[in-house]
């Protein structure tokens, strides 16, 4: 893309063509240039912007660490070393009052429009040449051109009105190839207005790496990190960002890094994680320094390691593929990256001579696809970090612990105690029986003790005395375990479930420490009274005492179908008890041999986000705290491609948030999975997947009121004249009911968003208070205030005048600042308060008076015209020489006036 004086433009070229001729200069065999067609197609589509500044100040911002050669052709005229690198540029009064804003995002062209308060956004017209077609869809205008075409996403545009960003619906308007901005619902001209055009290109020219999703975590102020794998099988390129710690692709499958801003719209950075065979990312989290933990399994011998780490070398183990092959066996390895992912900070291979890490594929434990990488990491106060994952090496080096032996079985659960800096393990300890044992989950109560939970297919894992379950009920099992803060010794353990399938996937304390987990069954489980329910469902919801003896409760939720529909993925219990739950189901486990569900049939509340889904969605639910109200449920997922995790945990923030990955859009680079209008990228550039990440608000409750005028032209309105009503609109977010009160005794109660419109009798300043009402968060309701002034005009005109004719009158109106006098047929105007008329007959004078308020009011002055008489007579005299003369008068006036002599 080139900038130049009033415009863009963009050249494309056949960049599968550049790659050919590429390679033919590789070949071993010796070929002539002589004999090769160089020719390599391109294509230029120009951006004029029509009456804008061509002589418009640039000046550029966000200088770059990069310089820049140009030497171009043999005329040094032409070249230029050491050019500076800037993020962008701006151009002052492009048009009169408005800036131009050219910048970079990532691997995306953004500019923007700054409209400066009450100029006109109307003047901005473009047009494009060289374009075969241009037209609109769905709101972005795509430009094809030849083999080439790229999409200006639908405009985005905001104000900035008491420091919150307000965003205005805008449009463009496509009209004989040329295009400018339109404003449905208006905007307020009293502040300045930001037009935000995303532009993404789509070609030809180029393609990006293969991106799947498995894991998201929360960073600071509301910042995500999301991450999964990438690999460069379809020739693509994941857009690590410069200065990252790890830039170029190690081989094979790489972990992917990303963290945007707190809205999305924001790529903060992204790198590489990952030696040149394969890995994967199994959990996120955020420590007390702002740092990102990674744990996963890796199988490179060269995955990058730190110097002092518990262990710099691949300790090795069987061939096995589990989502992803892993050629050489695997380990666990911890990762931990500075926040601005410039720096690995640490990084330490954990294993022995087996797998480890790894749930086999033919373990029991494995019901759905990515269960085979399912691990779980948190940290304490002091950043020392815990782990819950698997094993199959009896001889991974666990120590200062109760269980320093392999059990015996495919896997043994393995839990961690790492000191901050990877240095040392500080306790490690195999959990488990004779048979299958997987931990997926932990947490720390206020002790410092350590619950973990998982699943089991072993009859002699190790329960205590006195607890809810403490025998084995068949198959595969639930279980939880509390352990001591030190690991030496095993405090209280249960199984839970029945004699078919059941495995918990995650688990979550309450604030008095009562336990609650999240799991699957496919067994007649447990429904206690009065909870919420969905009889023969597969998917579990559990609540016991502290100390694992008392079960408070215990439901399932679905369609029903007597086995899961959705694989577990993030779970939390807020400062409420209210109960949040996550997953996703449909094609990708049916078709690979697991449950044969999805997402249809599940229940949703009549305020879920998306009420259908095409049945590989994810799903969303909320519960009360003692589960006997469904509070919110969702589906979330396009209509194309079955949305899924590649294994990995996601997770809650304590206000209900959920900050989630997604592998989303395969099987041919889908883009349909929902995006929001400011997102970093509303399109999978990929061939197949794309880690789409996510922060979804199940718990949000914020009151907020927006005046207008009835026309929806005035957003903001706080002064409004009797007797004009004013319009109230509801900008909340959640609640289930809103209570209104307009200061004035008025009150009004609803349960839906739609604005009101409410009619003042007398002037005054009132306060309107809006009550949002949600008792499915923690505040259970919210509230704001804003004021309306309401005056009574204060202008009047009169009295009606009586004027003789050709004598004129003056017409009186008082109260006003401004005046507009105007006849019926509009011949005679004036702004004055009392100017002179002079009707020839009955005339009617209307006055528009505006007071010190700015309220109109709108009056009439009526102007009656006593016509005169047009008097006419001939009069003559006669003389006949001896008397006086006569006088002779013949009247000639109108008959019908009354006159006399």
Not at 131 to 156: H, M, T, W
Not at 161 to 167: E, L, N, P, T
Request: include cysteine; charged fraction near 15%.
């Amino acid at each position: 893309m080139q900038v130049k004086p009033g415009g863009f433009a963009y050249t494309f070229i056949d960049q599968n063509r550049l790659t050919e001729l590429h390679e033919q200069g590789h070949t071993e065999a010796e070929v002539s240039i002589r004999d090769i067609d160089l020719k390599i197609h391109g294509h230029q589509v120009n951006v004029n912007f029509i009456g804008s500044n061509r002589n418009a100040t640039s000046t550029s911002f966000g200088k770059q660490p990069e310089n820049y050669n140009y030497f171009l052709g043999t005329d040094s005229s032409r070249w230029s070393s050491n050019a500076g690198a800037y993020e962008g540029v701006v151009y002052e009064n492009f048009y009169t009052g408005i800036d131009l804003k050219v910048y970079s995002q990532g691997n995306h062209v953004k500019y923007d429009f700054n409209v400066a308060a009450g100029v006109d956004p109307f003047q901005i017209h473009f047009a494009y040449s060289g374009a075969d077609r241009i037209y609109l869809n769905s709101g972005d205008l795509n430009i094809s051109a030849s083999k080439f075409s790229f999409v200006e996403k639908k405009p985005i545009a905001y104000q900035i009105m008491d420091g919150q960003k307000v965003f205005i619906e805008c449009e463009y308007v496509l009209s004989n190839d040329q295009v400018h901005f339109s404003f449905p619902k208006s905007y307020d001209s009293c502040y300045p207005l930001v037009i935000d055009p995303l532009l993404i290109f789509s070609t030809y020219s180029g393609s990006t790496a293969d991106n799947w999703g498995s894991t998201a975590t929360p960073g600071e102020r509301g910042t995500l990190y999301s991450s999964g794998v990438t690999n460069h099988h379809l020739n693509g390129d994941f857009p690590a960002t410069p200065g990252a710690f790890q830039v170029t692709y190690g081989g094979a499958y790489d972990i992917a890094i990303l963290k945007y801003d707190s809205t999305g719209s924001q790529l903060l950075y992204a790198s590489y994680l990952g030696g040149s065979d394969n890995e994967s990312p199994h959990s996120l989290v955020m420590n007390a320094q702002n740092e990102l933990l990674v744990l996963g399994t890796t199988s490179s011998v060269n995955f990058p390691t730190t110097a002092g780490a518990i262990d710099n070398s691949f300790n090795g183990g069987v061939p096995e593929a589990n989502v992803i092959p892993y050629f050489n066996g695997s380990d666990i390895f911890l990762a931990k990256i500075s926040a601005n992912g410039g720096q690995l900070v640490a990084s330490t291979y954990l294993g022995g001579a087996a797998n480890d890490g790894l749930n086999s594929q033919v373990s029991p434990l494995v019901a759905n696809y990515g269960d085979e990488l399912r691990g779980d990491l948190i940290t304490d106060e002091l950043d020392n970090i815990y782990i819950s994952t698997v094993t199959s090496s009896p001889d991974f080096p666990v120590g200062n612990s109760f269980g320093l032996t392999y059990r015996g079985g495919i896997t043994d659960a393995l839990i961690l105690n790492i000191s901050a800096d990877l240095s040392n393990i500080i306790w490690g300890s195999f959990l488990g029986g004779n048979a299958a044992d997987a931990s997926h989950t932990i947490k720390t109560d206020a002790t410092g003790n350590l619950l973990v939970a998982g699943g089991t297919a072993s009859v002699d894992f190790p329960t205590t005395a006195g607890v809810h379950q403490p025998a084995h009920a068949g198959f595969v099992d639930g279980w939880m375990t509390k352990i001591s803060s030190d690991g030496s010794a095993i405090l209280i353990s249960t199984f839970t479930g029945t004699p078919a399938f059941n495995q918990v996937y995650f688990i979550d304390l309450d604030l008095n420490e009562n336990v609650y987990v999240y799991g699957q069954t496919t067994g007649s489980f447990l429904v206690t009274p009065g909870v919420y329910s969905n009889a023969n469902s597969g998917q579990f919801l559990q609540k016991f005492d502290k100390d694992l003896e008392s079960l408070l409760f215990s439901t399932v939720f679905g369609a029903g179908r007597g086995i899961p529909d959705i694989s577990p993925t993030a779970f939390l219990v807020n400062d409420c008890n209210n109960i949040y739950m996550s997953g996703w189901g449909g094609l990708i486990n049916s078709s690979r041999g697991f449950w044969n569900s999805g997402t249809q049939g599940m229940p949703v509340t009549a305020d879920a986000i998306q009420k259908t889904t095409a049945g590989s969605d994810f799903y969303f639910i909320v519960l009360t705290d003692d589960a006997s109200e469904l509070l919110y449920a969702t589906f979330l997922g396009g209509t194309q491609s079955p949305t899924h995790v590649d294994g990995g945990t996601s997770r809650f923030d304590k206000g209900g948030i959920v900050y989630h990955a997604v592998c989303a859009g395969c099987g041919g680079g889908f883009d349909d999975f929902p995006t929001t209008s400011n997102a970093w990228s509303q399109q999978n550039l990929s061939l197949n997947c794309n880690n789409a990440a996510f922060k979804f608000d199940l718990s949000s409750l914020k009151a907020r009121i927006q005046t207008n005028s009835v026309k929806f032209d005035m957003p903001g309105l706080t002064k409004i004249c009797m007797p004009d009503p004013i319009v109230f609109q509801n900008k909340s977010t959640g609640g289930q009911f809103y209570e209104w009160d307009f200061g004035d005794g008025g009150q009004f109660f609803r349960q839906d968003t739609a604005y009101v419109v409410h009619a003042y009798q007398a002037p005054g300043t009132y306060r309107v208070k809006l009550l949002a009402v949600d008792i499915g968060t923690c505040v259970g309701k919210d509230s704001t205030f804003t004021t309306v002034t309401v005056s009574k005009p204060m202008g009047f005109a009169g009295p009606d005048q009586v004027m003789c004719f050709d004598a004129g009158a003056r017409l009186i109106a008082v109260g006003g600042v401004s005046y507009l006098w105007e006849n019926g047929d509009k011949t005679f105007t004036s702004t004055q308060a009392s100017p002179m008329v002079n009707p020839t007959e009955d005339d009617g004078y209307v006055v528009t008076i505006t007071d010190a308020n700015g309220c109109k009011v709108k009056d009439t002055v009526n102007v009656e015209v006593i016509p005169g008489i047009d008097l006419k007579f001939e009069y003559a005299k006669f003389y006949d020489c001896f008397s006086r003369p006569t006088l002779s008068v013949e009247n000639l006036t109108d008959p019908t006036e009354n006159v006399f002599f």
